[in-house]
């Protein structure tokens, strides 16, 4: 008998080879499972629900672009500046490589906006991953854990806003050279913040 997760993970690999070239506007199981030689009882056997497989589908195409799933790795060396590793992660994120990734991550995003409920797994790791591991490298950092939590909201905030600038534009310049003003004050903040708890330990 076939290692079920065999051939889960196959299904999983040829979805995303499919949703990367397609998108998933009009997508069904039925289409997709006729798409990459399957059906639409096999892909709910397998995943779930169609919200779920597109999910895991969005993942597995994430790892088609190390540029993109290294990019946070810039964050965990504190012995490099700060404002050069928030640059370094844009890099990685904006690599002109990405955009069929960041094409099809807003796509389903806007798809999970529009379908309440429905995509909670999606939208939990969207809302919270990045943050997290941003707050992470700032309290690190020495930044102060409830200003950490604040500015790693805002600094993926902007992220996900020049990924849009970015698709929408097409001027990787450009918006490079915006984001890098934007990321001198973010380390400017962070020191202010570490300067500020240092002077007033207790409070």
């Known amino acids: 008998m076939a ?14 080879d499919h949703v990367l070239e397609q998108g998933i506007a009009d997508m069904t199981l039925r289409s997709l499972g006729a798409a990459i030689g399957t059906n639409n009882r096999m892909l709910l056997y397998y995943f779930g629900s169609k919200e779920k497989l597109i999910g895991e589908t969005l993942l597995e195409a994430s790892r088609r672009f190390p540029a993109f799933t290294a990019a946070m790795t810039a964050l965990d060396d504190p012995g490099t500046p700060l404002v050069e590793r928030l640059l370094a992660c844009w890099r990685g994120i904006a690599a002109p490589e990405n955009l069929p990734f960041l094409r099809l991550f807003f796509e389903i995003f806007g798809q ?19 943050t997290n591991q941003v707050a992470g ?40 050279a915006s984001y890098a003003v934007t990321a001198t004050a973010f380390a400017q903040r962070c020191r202010a913040a570490i300067e500020e708890q240092a002077a007033h330990p207790a409070s």
């Open 3 to 16: 290692n079920p997760g065999s051939e889960r993970d196959r299904l999983l690999r040829l979805a995303a």
């Open 112 to 130: 999970a906006a529009h379908n309440p409920g429905r995509f909670d797994d999606f939208l939990a790791r969207v809302g919270h991953d990045w």
């Open 137 to 176: 490298a700032l309290r690190v950092e020495g930044v102060p854990a409830v200003v950490a939590g604040r500015m790693a909201r805002e600094i993926v905030a902007l992220w996900r806003g020049l990924q849009f600038d970015l698709i929408s534009t097409g001027d990787a310049d450009a918006v490079a």
